[in-house]
T-cell receptor
Framework: GESVGLHLPTLSVQEGDNSIINCAYS??????FIWYKQESGKGPQFIID?????DKRQGQRVTVLLNKTVKHLSLQIAATQPGDSAVYFC????????????FGSGTRLQVQP | DAGITQSPRHKVTETGTPVTLRCHQT?????MYWYRQDPGHGLRLIHY???????DKGEVSDGYSVSRSKTEDFLLTLESATSSQTSVYFC????????????FGPGTRLTVL
């Protein structure tokens, strides 16, 4: 399948544990943030988003936290499963005029059974 | 998924030949994007479209052109392919509404020999 990255930071967790993936974003003016999951050979898949007027948002087994003071975004996955193994990207909407996203380099999550 | 298909899914070509990649969507989304994904660089925006016949450059547009004659189709053309354009290409769409979430296609792996 399509290669995502050869030298990505990797987070290895045991099945059933909680995972926390971190992202530092670049622009204090960004107003919208998204987490994507990319499995081998596939395109990025939307997981959860958050706007800059919020500091926390929850989905099914996932929570995104936004700390605007230090420009930090995190994705928490509860009860991590083998199917969660993938590369995770954060993205920020720096250029609201173009509605274009800027992506982080990604973190590889490996779930050990 | 936002009903996005890309064709071809794999292509091998020679330096100096023209190549056209096609993105087709069935969601009637206004915005469409072309990205390339390379190890160590993440996803980088090549060109995007904000409507039929309305396109603009991204951060890595040199050597690429695009066309959008219908809402559902967005074509990416490499006029004269070079080895540096060997990459995985992803198309994405967005409705342009309040969410601005981008949804991705499955990707095209292009190899330029």
């Amino acid at each position: 399948g399509e290669s995502v990255g050869l030298h990505l930071p990797t987070l290895s967790v045991q099945e059933g544990d909680n995972s926390i993936i971190n992202c530092a974003y670049s622009n204090s003016a960004s107003d919208y943030f998204i987490w994507y999951k990319q499995e081998s050979g596939k395109g990025p898949q939307f997981i959860i988003d958050i706007r800059s007027n919020m500091d926390k948002r929850q989905g099914q087994r996932v929570t995104v936290l936004l700390n605007k003071t230090v420009k930090h975004l995190s994705l928490q996955i509860a009860a991590t499963q083998p199917g969660d193994s993938a590369v995770y990207f954060c993205a920020e909407n720096i250029d609201t005029g173009r509605r274009a996203l800027t992506f982080g380099s990604g973190t590889r999550l490996q779930v050990q059974p | 998924d936002a009903g996005i298909t890309q064709s071809p899914r794999h292509k091998v070509t020679e330096t100096g030949t023209p190549v056209t990649l096609r993105c087709h969507q069935t969601e009637n989304h206004r915005y469409m994007y072309w990205y390339r994904q390379d190890p160590g660089h993440g996803l980088r925006l090549i060109h995007y479209s904000y409507g039929v016949k309305d396109t603009d450059k991204g951060e890595v547009s040199d050597g690429y052109s695009v066309s959008r004659s219908k809402t559902e189709d967005f074509l990416l053309t490499l006029e004269s392919a070079t080895s540096s354009q060997t990459s995985v290409y992803f198309c994405a769409t967005a409705s342009g509404g309040a969410g601005d979430t981008q949804y991705f296609g499955p990707g095209t792996r292009l190899t330029v020999l």
